[in-house]
Structure formats: structure tokens, C-alpha cells
């Protein structure tokens, strides 16, 4: 039972490339997220999603767009990467809207 | 406006004595959870423990137990007896009625000192 992975760990970007992050869940969970962490910041909502298909703005979801094609994996695409995306993202899944989530790896991104 | 508040950035503990780490929260919603989370300087983060507005009592896991002061507004998490392994970042969230989000505080960094 992996629970939340994310690829790539780590990724160095040129500032207009773009990419994306993947995050899978194994727990068969309806709810996955994207934050960001900042220094000093603790952790920004980016986008989430209620379920397959779906996929709803956060926080700060400026710079991103993410899709929800299939229930256990949730993309995060940068189209034109800035410097101020440099940061580590998260990817969390959860079983309901007022249960815990469970967080991957995290992956860190450096967009010079 | 802030909705967690998190006032200490940094917070040292001696080993084997118990910890304060200080949360406060701002909503309007009647319904709402709290989380603490723990982040290791590994950088996953680790679910802790969870405190439902309306649950009479405050919530307990092994060591770990949240001190719910509603009218305060307060939701600190007590660790008993630290071990040299609960150094780490400590995030306090909440999730507001039955939104989807959650919002995070910035983080009390703890270390425990042998």
C-alpha cells in the first residue's frame, strides 16, 4: 500500500518551460489536493477535487491548471513556469471534506 | 485575514518533558475541524490529530492530545513526554463547515533537546 505518491521528487525548470507533476493515490480516496510551501508560509492551497472529472480553484491557483481524468491520479501543469513558482509542492488525498488528508512525498521544483 | 494563527516560530523542549504548541483560529462557521500536522525535517507531513467543533471533549492520540478552548478560539497541541524524534515543523489547520479546503498556519518549529 504506497498511499500518495508524486513524480518527480525533484525538478529544475528554465523559466517558460512547462511541466507536469503527478500525484497518485492508492486509498481509493474521492478528494485529492495541490499545495504549495513557501518559507514562512506553511502550506497554500493551489486546486482540488471532489471527484473524478472534477477540479476546483484554491487559494492561489494562478500559473496552474490541473485535470482529474481517472479517481487515483491528480495532475498539476505548469504552462509557462515563473521563478515565484519556485517552491515544494504537495499532493494530499482524503476519504471526505471533513476528514484528515494524507500527504505524498512532495516534490521539490526550482524554476530559474 | 489570517484564519490560523501559529505565534510561535520556534519553540525548544528538554527531553522527556511536555509541550505547548500554541494555535488560535478565526471563523464565523459553527461547524468546523482542526488538524495538526507534523513535518519532519524528511518533509512529508504527518496527520496527528483531529478536533471537531461540536466534540465535548478534547481529542487524544497517544501522546499527543489537543487543548480545545472554543470560546478562545484555541486548539493547542500538547506532546507528553518529547523524544528527540518529535523535533520537527508543527502545522495547525482547519477545514470551515463542510468546505473543501483547508487552510494551514505558517508552522511552529520544535526541538527537542537531549
Known amino acids: 500500500n504506497a498511499g500518495v505518491t508524486q513524480t518527480p521528487k525533484f525538478r529544475v525548470l528554465k523559466t517558460g518551460q512547462s511541466m507536469t507533476l503527478l500525484c497518485a493515490q492508492d486509498?481509493?480516496?474521492?478528494?485529492m489536493y495541490w499545495y504549495r510551501q513557501d518559507p514562512g508560509m506553511g502550506l497554500r492551497l493551489i486546486h482540488y477535487s471532489v471527484g473524478e472529472g472534477t477540479t476546483a480553484k484554491g487559494e492561489v491557483p494562478d500559473g496552474y491548471n490541473v485535470s482529474r481524468l481517472k479517481k487515483q491520479n491528480f495532475l498539476l501543469g505548469l504552462e509557462s513556469a515563473a521563478p515565484s513558482q519556485t517552491s515544494v509542492y504537495f499532493c494530499?488525498?482524503?476519504?471526505?471534506?471533513?476528514?484528515?488528508?494524507?500527504f505524498g512525498p512532495g516534490t521539490r521544483l526550482l524554476v530559474l | 485575514a489570517q484564519k490560523i494563527t501559529q505565534t510561535q516560530p520556534g519553540m525548544f523542549v528538554q527531553e522527556k518533558e511536555a509541550v505547548t504548541l500554541d494555535c488560535t483560529y478565526d471563523t464565523s462557521d459553527p461547524s468546523y475541524g482542526l488538524f495538526w500536522y507534523k513535518q519532519p525535517s524528511s518533509g512529508e507531513m504527518i496527520f496527528l490529530i483531529y478536533q471537531g467543533s461540536y466534540d465535548q471533549q478534547n481529542a487524544t492520540e497517544g501522546r499527543y492530545s489537543l487543548n480545545f478552548q472554543k470560546a478562545r478560539k484555541s486548539a493547542n497541541l500538547v506532546i507528553s513526554a518529547s523524544q528527540l524524534g518529535d523535533s520537527a515543523m508543527y502545522f495547525c489547520?482547519?477545514?470551515?463547515?463542510?468546505?473543501?479546503?483547508?487552510?494551514f498556519g505558517a508552522g511552529t518549529r520544535l526541538t527537542v533537546k537531549p
Open positions: 494530499a488525498s482524503s476519504p471526505g471534506s471533513v476528514r484528515a488528508q494524507y
Open positions: 489547520a482547519m477545514r470551515e463547515g463542510y468546505r473543501d479546503d483547508m487552510r
Open positions: 486509498m481509493n480516496h474521492e478528494y
